[in-house]
């Protein structure tokens, strides 16, 4: 098992927007550590592309997500400037493989997040504002059929997200608290709080911080985390529109092309 390899088999696929099979139909014994270091390749082509990583998202911050894939602990993936879709865009949909949108609350970082013991309390002290968002998946295996090590090594399904409203500070109001309304033509979707990730956005991305110190690397000031989805993710196709009502914080909305 040659981990360049595969991470170039997931960048073809991305840029053919032709899905592939997972890597553990061919490779059972791939494992998490590995894929990360599949994923740092695929992370690494999109550098050298040219790509600024801005950022990250977490992935299964779920209690039932988690229990679902068989899994103990959450995910994640890097997010690079050619992701961002700005507010009042529109998603163009053949950019994808199998485009999926779910409701996020964002954190955009006014310090660097680094080391083993970060707290909620110092990720909600190191952050500026928080955003309204939705994240923009695209799974590069057909019909989202994966294992999570497979999960891992395709960046964690990272293909786009925008943030809406203006803003606000997280000090001055309880996340666990704050409900999310996600709609698609108008119709529910789903309703959920912030106590769906994590027990607590913070606590989601103070996770993240922990689990990257363990790599050597770390958050830095201006990086945009996605905290985790509130609800289960929905397909998209041309015609559709996407809205996510958040209490606080305000709404996001995509129409697709």
Not at 191 to 214: D, M, N, Q
């Amino acid at each position: 098992m040659n981990p360049s390899e595969l991470a170039d088999r997931l960048i073809r696929a991305a840029s053919d927007r032709v899905a592939t099979t997972p890597l553990t139909d061919d490779y059972p014994e791939l494992d998490v550590p590995t894929a990360y270091t599949i994923q740092d390749a695929v992370v690494q082509a999109r550098r050298d592309a040219g790509a600024v990583m801005v950022g990250a998202k977490l992935g299964l911050t779920s209690a039932a997500k988690q229990k679902q894939m068989n899994v103990s602990e959450p995910l994640y993936g890097w997010l690079s400037d050619d992701m961002t879709i700005d507010t009042g865009e529109e998603l163009v949909c053949d950019r994808f493989i199998q485009p999926r949108c779910e409701p996020e609350i964002a954190f955009l970082l006014g310090d660097d997040l680094e080391g083993p013991d970060v707290s909620a309390a110092r990720v909600i002290a190191a952050t500026d504002l928080v955003f309204p968002a939705v994240d923009v998946l695209d799974s590069r295996f057909a019909g989202y059929s994966f294992t999570l090590p497979d999960v891992v090594a395709d960046n964690s399904s990272c293909a786009g997200y925008v943030l809406g409203g203006q803003g606000i500070d997280p000090a001055g109001f309880d996340m666990r608290l704050t409900g999310c309304v996600f709609e698609k033509n108008g119709e529910l979707v789903a309703t959920a709080s912030g106590a769906a990730v994590l027990g607590h956005p913070a606590a989601s991305v103070a996770w993240l911080v922990r689990k990257l110190a363990e790599r050597g690397q770390g958050l830095e000031s201006g990086h945009i985390v996605l905290s985790g989805s509130m609800t289960e993710a929905v397909p998209v196709a041309p015609g559709d529109v996407i809205t996510a009502r958040f209490d606080r914080l305000g709404s996001v909305e995509i129409p697709c092309v």
